[in-house]
């Protein structure tokens, strides 16, 4: 308990890092059991529960999430669902972040929390990174949608599988999949305004717009065939400006646009167009699928000794000589007042100190800026390798089906599907990921953070210390002997509180097990039914916001939120009370007791 509680002080300080605090703790525990073993247990059994997170099912799944949210990064495989949500972030962030609050609940429902928040997390991301909100505004509030819709059913989460199970073998009638639903969905009348309207207000702007982000570069977008194309404003992106095309376009030609990378790539995409000769960037793709290299885009400066000033991009022979395609051109606020000067085909001509976005594999790009006096800027983008989207869909929705759903079984009498650990499932996603190409698996470390792996260890080494030294026993014990003289409300807030401090330092799988059998013997004590006490201790299993230890999806979103330990606890704290104040009405009022 005392290892504990400096954890938490020194996480909510925040003067260390959270990956330096960690660390201490296990070699902390690993030195504490080895001079002090639990009971009749060696000095090596406490170096293996001390490092035993390192190994632990829960560690090995999220990192497998975290590769296969990857391959859904770089597939593209979610553009088209982020590009929905996208448009209603862009009419009003508001309502979009309401969206997506109601999406994560109702799908968490029947899906397990894990893979639902896996799936939205790349989705977040990108909406993060074109501006329209910052990702530490919205991955928290979702993130919590989800607990709270998991919550509503017993099918919602491991953990309400496991205390009704118990609470089954201890002799209580059956609980069926919907039967308290009611219940949290008006709690969730309460929960939803705090996500919506307060706690975003609560949570630090992470957002950074990089350099890149604010060049505009000058580009001619190559039309493809199949008739006329208006470019109209509904259909393009924000940002994107057409300089000599007043009205329609026709099929090849060719109009002078400009606009951020990433407004240009969805101008192309919605106009059906190129930004680079169609032969250069197919020949770009046959030599990344023959040398296995990925395909990303790059910014180069012109220097002085640059061969290409005075050049156009048409005259230069780039992709001759490189295989290379340059996709736009950005012109530097400070050479914006010379005058811009042109070849007779209206084509740009390149000066010093002028900016190139360029397109191929790593080796050519090396090349081209070695040999033609470039500069090259940090900030390479992976362009997403579309061709195997679906391929990274089917793999992740695959994963996620044999967990929540499970597997076609028929033993020659009865059809009963056999569904997954989400270690296994989630496993056997990321090898498929790897085997098929769609993360590649020398870029596999860009997919896990050492501070979210560390993190998790810690949390698994303090739940086995909590559960194993006979803490949590020791402090259920003393909860049952002040509860007797409470009213029934009050109660049914103890035991939600008492689990829910549980869940969020040890683990829901420890909170289910010592609460549910210290439930069901206080009704017994106090003439109650165990109902609503086991219930108590459901609920209080999911409110695991209040620290970033107490549930895997809360160290998912760490990284990509830029969290701290303070931010969970600052945001979650207040919305924990608040739930556990319902909850508790709401159980008193549903059982007349």
């Given at each position: 308990?005392?290892?504990?509680?400096?954890?938490?002080?020194?996480?909510?300080?925040?003067?260390?890092?959270?990956?330096?605090?960690?660390?201490?703790?296990?070699?902390?525990?690993?030195?504490?059991?080895?001079?002090?073993?639990?009971?009749?247990?060696?000095?090596?059994?406490?170096?293996?529960?001390?490092?035993?997170?390192?190994?632990?099912?829960?560690?090995?799944?999220?990192?497998?999430?975290?590769?296969?949210?990857?391959?859904?990064?770089?597939?593209?495989?979610?553009?088209?669902?982020?590009?929905?949500?996208?448009?209603?972030?862009?009419?009003?962030?508001?309502?979009?972040?309401?969206?997506?609050?109601?999406?994560?609940?109702?799908?968490?429902?029947?899906?397990?929390?894990?893979?639902?928040?896996?799936?939205?997390?790349?989705?977040?991301?990108?909406?993060?990174?074109?501006?329209?909100?910052?990702?530490?505004?919205?991955?928290?509030?979702?993130?919590?949608?989800?607990?709270?819709?998991?919550?509503?059913?017993?099918?919602?989460?491991?953990?309400?599988?496991?205390?009704?199970?118990?609470?089954?073998?201890?002799?209580?009638?059956?609980?069926?999949?919907?039967?308290?639903?009611?219940?949290?969905?008006?709690?969730?009348?309460?929960?939803?305004?705090?996500?919506?309207?307060?706690?975003?207000?609560?949570?630090?702007?992470?957002?950074?717009?990089?350099?890149?982000?604010?060049?505009?570069?000058?580009?001619?977008?190559?039309?493809?065939?199949?008739?006329?194309?208006?470019?109209?404003?509904?259909?393009?992106?924000?940002?994107?400006?057409?300089?000599?095309?007043?009205?329609?376009?026709?099929?090849?030609?060719?109009?002078?646009?400009?606009?951020?990378?990433?407004?240009?790539?969805?101008?192309?995409?919605?106009?059906?167009?190129?930004?680079?000769?169609?032969?250069?960037?197919?020949?770009?793709?046959?030599?990344?699928?023959?040398?296995?290299?990925?395909?990303?885009?790059?910014?180069?400066?012109?220097?002085?000794?640059?061969?290409?000033?005075?050049?156009?991009?048409?005259?230069?022979?780039?992709?001759?000589?490189?295989?290379?395609?340059?996709?736009?051109?950005?012109?530097?606020?400070?050479?914006?007042?010379?005058r811009d000067t042109f070849s007779e085909a209206g084509d740009r001509v390149i000066r010093e100190g002028?900016?190139?976005?360029?397109?191929?594999?790593?080796?050519?790009?090396?090349?081209?800026?070695?040999?033609?006096?470039?500069?090259?800027?940090?900030?390479?983008?992976?362009?997403?390798?579309?061709?195997?989207?679906?391929?990274?869909?089917?793999?992740?929705?695959?994963?996620?089906?044999?967990?929540?759903?499970?597997?076609?079984?028929?033993?020659?009498?009865?059809?009963?599907?056999?569904?997954?650990?989400?270690?296994?499932?989630?496993?056997?996603?990321?090898?498929?990921?790897?085997?098929?190409?769609?993360?590649?698996?020398?870029?596999?470390?860009?997919?896990?953070?050492?501070?979210?792996?560390?993190?998790?260890?810690?949390?698994?080494?303090?739940?086995?210390?909590?559960?194993?030294?006979?803490?949590?026993?020791?402090?259920?014990?003393?909860?049952?002997?002040?509860?007797?003289?409470?009213?029934?409300?009050?109660?049914?807030?103890?035991?939600?509180?008492?689990?829910?401090?549980?869940?969020?330092?040890?683990?829901?799988?420890?909170?289910?097990?010592?609460?549910?059998?210290?439930?069901?013997?206080?009704?017994?004590?106090?003439?109650?039914?165990?109902?609503?006490?086991?219930?108590?201790?459901?609920?209080?299993?999911?409110?695991?916001?209040?620290?970033?230890?107490?549930?895997?999806?809360?160290?998912?979103?760490?990284?990509?939120?830029?969290?701290?330990?303070?931010?969970?606890?600052?945001?979650?704290?207040?919305?924990?009370?608040?739930?556990?104040?319902?909850?508790?009405?709401?159980?008193?009022?549903?059982?007349?007791?």
């Amino acid at each position: 308990m005392a290892v504990t509680v400096a954890m938490f002080i020194a996480f909510a300080r925040g003067r260390y890092p959270e990956e330096i605090i960690s660390l201490v703790t296990i070699a902390v525990i690993a030195v504490g059991l080895y001079f002090a073993p639990i009971g009749d247990n060696s000095p090596t059994d406490g170096l293996a529960l001390a490092f035993g997170g390192f190994g632990h099912s829960a560690l090995i799944t999220i990192c497998a999430l975290m590769i296969m949210g990857r391959g859904l990064v770089v597939t593209g495989a979610l553009e088209p669902f982020a590009r929905l949500l996208e448009r209603i972030f862009r009419w009003n962030s508001q309502i979009g972040l309401l969206a997506a609050l109601l999406v994560a609940y109702f799908l968490s429902m029947f899906v397990n929390d894990t893979p639902v928040m896996v799936l939205l997390i790349p989705i977040i991301v990108a909406i993060a990174a074109k501006g329209l909100m910052a990702s530490s505004k919205i991955l928290m509030p979702v993130n919590i949608a989800v607990l709270l819709g998991g919550m509503s059913t017993t099918i919602g989460t491991s953990t309400n599988i496991l205390v009704v199970s118990i609470a089954d073998d201890l002799g209580m009638a059956p609980i069926g999949v919907f039967q308290f639903t009611p219940i949290v969905l008006v709690a969730g009348i309460f929960a939803l305004p705090y996500l919506w309207l307060v706690m975003p207000r609560m949570l630090r702007d992470n957002s950074v717009v990089p350099d890149n982000a604010r060049r505009i570069f000058h580009t001619r977008l190559r039309v493809g065939g199949g008739g006329e194309l208006s470019p109209d404003k509904d259909k393009l992106p924000e940002g994107i400006t057409f300089h000599d095309t007043p009205g329609k376009l026709a099929p090849d030609e060719r109009p002078h646009i400009s606009g951020t990378h990433e407004a240009l790539e969805e101008a192309a995409r919605a106009l059906k167009g190129e930004l680079a000769p169609a032969w250069v960037v197919e020949r770009i793709r046959r030599i990344s699928n023959a040398q296995r290299q990925d395909i990303v885009a790059v910014e180069m400066t012109v220097t002085a000794d640059s061969r290409l000033v005075g050049l156009t991009l048409a005259s230069s022979g780039i992709a001759d000589l490189y295989s290379v395609a340059v996709l736009g051109i950005h012109r530097p606020d400070r050479v914006l007042g010379e005058r811009d000067t042109f070849s007779e085909a209206g084509d740009r001509v390149i000066r010093e100190g002028d900016v190139l976005l360029v397109m191929g594999i790593d080796d050519d790009l090396h090349s081209f800026a070695r040999n033609d006096g470039l500069l090259r800027l940090a900030g390479a983008r992976e362009l997403p390798r579309r061709s195997k989207a679906v391929l990274a869909g089917a793999i992740m929705l695959g994963a996620i089906a044999t967990a929540s759903i499970g597997l076609p079984w028929f033993d020659g009498l009865t059809y009963a599907p056999i569904k997954l650990p989400i270690a296994i499932s989630s496993l056997a996603g990321a090898i498929a990921m790897f085997v098929t190409g769609c993360v590649k698996f020398d870029r596999v470390g860009r997919a896990l953070s050492a501070k979210v792996i560390v993190l998790i260890a810690a949390s698994l080494a303090i739940g086995q210390v909590i559960d194993k030294s006979g803490a949590a026993e020791w402090l259920g014990q003393a909860l049952s002997l002040g509860l007797a003289y409470l009213p029934a409300a009050l109660v049914l807030a103890a035991i939600m509180l008492f689990v829910t401090i549980l869940t969020n330092f040890a683990s829901n799988a420890t909170a289910a097990t010592i609460g549910t059998p210290i439930a069901f013997s206080i009704a017994a004590q106090l003439g109650l039914p165990p109902e609503p006490l086991v219930l108590a201790v459901l609920f209080g299993c999911n409110l695991c916001y209040a620290t970033p230890i107490a549930y895997q999806t809360n160290l998912l979103i760490m990284s990509e939120g830029g969290y701290q330990f303070g931010d969970f606890v600052r945001a979650g704290v207040p919305l924990v009370a608040l739930m556990v104040t319902v909850l508790s009405v709401l159980l008193v009022i549903w059982y007349r007791l």
